[in-house]
């Protein structure tokens, strides 16, 4: 039992370049979200799922997409990565709202320079 | 909005002596709230929970009590280890009317030493 897979766990992007992260979970979660955390800011949610086909905009979505076309997974995509998107990223899955609690995975810290 | 307000730290302690770390919150309906760790270069673990009033969460020797009146769900462990040191969040996840969002609080950073 994997859990929440996030890949890669470093990575360091130039200004402007995209790239995507990525999320799979084997537990057959519905609810899926992203989260990034930056020092003396907890955690922000950027993005969520509550299901296949179905996303929405969290706390700080501005500079992301995602998408959700299986149960699995939920790619986080930066468009035009900028310095202020420097973070550890998270994703988190749950089977309910999140009233039972989320899985998080292990985290991709991203540097953009 | 709902929000969480957790204790500043960081929280230094010698193994053996007791922990608080104290968490409010505001929200509508009937929250369930929760309490994390997070170990240096992981990502959060759930440590316990409470899905409704007066219900007490535990898990390796961490308790923490849902307390409607006060709208606290303070953490308490009552003799700390080395192993212990983390950073502790409190979170809560809203009725089905904010499906699939959770609110943290900033952390904590607990520190033990021996």
């Known amino acids: 039992n994997a859990g929440v897979t996030q890949t890669p766990k470093f990575q360091v992007l130039k200004t402007g370049q995209s790239m995507t992260l990525q999320c799979a979970q084997d537990m057959n979660h519905e609810y899926m979200s992203w989260y990034r955390q930056d020092p003396g800011m907890g955690l922000r949610l950027i993005h969520y799922s509550v299901g296949a086909g179905i996303t929405d905009q969290g706390e700080v979505p501005n500079g992301y997409n995602v998408s959700r076309s299986t149960t699995e997974d939920f790619p986080l995509r930066l468009l035009s990565a900028a310095p202020s998107q420097t973070s550890v990223y998270f994703c988190a899955s749950s089977y309910s709202n999140g009233v039972g609690g989320y899985t998080f995975g292990s985290g991709t810290r991203l540097t953009v320079v | ?114």
């Open chain 2, 1 to 114: 909005g709902d929000s969480v307000t957790q204790m500043e730290g960081p929280v230094t302690l010698s193994e053996e002596a007791f922990l608080t770390i104290n968490c409010t919150y505001t929200a509508t309906g009937y929250p369930s709230l929760f309490w994390y760790v997070q170990y240096p270069g992981e990502g959060l673990q759930l440590l316990l929970k409470a899905t409704k009033a007066d219900d007490k969460g535990s898990n390796k020797g961490f308790e923490a009590t849902y307390r409607k009146e006060t709208t606290s769900f303070h953490l308490e462990k009552g003799s700390v280890q080395v192993s212990d040191s983390a950073v502790y969040f409190c979170a809560l996840s809203g009725d089905n009317t904010n499906a699939g969002k959770s609110t943290f609080g900033d952390g904590t950073t607990l520190t033990v030493k021996p």
